[in-house]
């Protein structure tokens, strides 16, 4: 029923630049907040981005804040995490999540940032 499906990461060089997706389908997508969370190798999922809803409010972990942004196109049922400036510290797999009652999450797509 829900389905979260993430696409857009890849190798890159640092300094370089991804954009995320990740399509939604099986609910009112316009009636929940979304998040991208990132796990890196021997490390706990953490919280990257949330958007609201609406796509009216937003908020970053701190070691993101300025170089990733959240959006989100209602119409599209689709919700975007733009990357600049990466590091290789942003080396994870990337995952969309749905907020609410019950949390459900996509497959995650590999980000790899290297030289």
């Known amino acids: 029923q829900v389905q979260l499906v993430e696409s857009g990461g890849g190798l890159v060089q640092p300094g370089g630049s991804l954009r995320l997706s990740c399509a939604a389908s099986?609910?009112?997508?316009?009636?929940?907040?979304m998040s991208w969370y990132r796990q890196a190798p021997g490390k706990e999922r953490e919280l990257v981005a949330v958007?609201?809803?609406?796509?009216?409010?937003?908020d970053y972990a701190d070691s993101v804040k300025g170089r990733f942004t959240i959006s989100r196109d209602n119409a599209e049922n689709t919700v975007y995490l733009q990357m600049i400036s990466l590091k290789p510290e942003d080396t994870a797999v990337y995952y969309c999540?749905?907020?609410?009652?019950?949390?459900?999450w996509g497959q995650g797509t590999q980000v790899t940032v290297s030289s």
């Open positions: 958007i609201s809803n609406t796509g009216g409010s937003s």
């Open positions: 099986g609910f009112t997508f316009s009636l929940y907040a």
């Open positions: 999540c749905r907020n609410g009652v019950r949390t459900y």
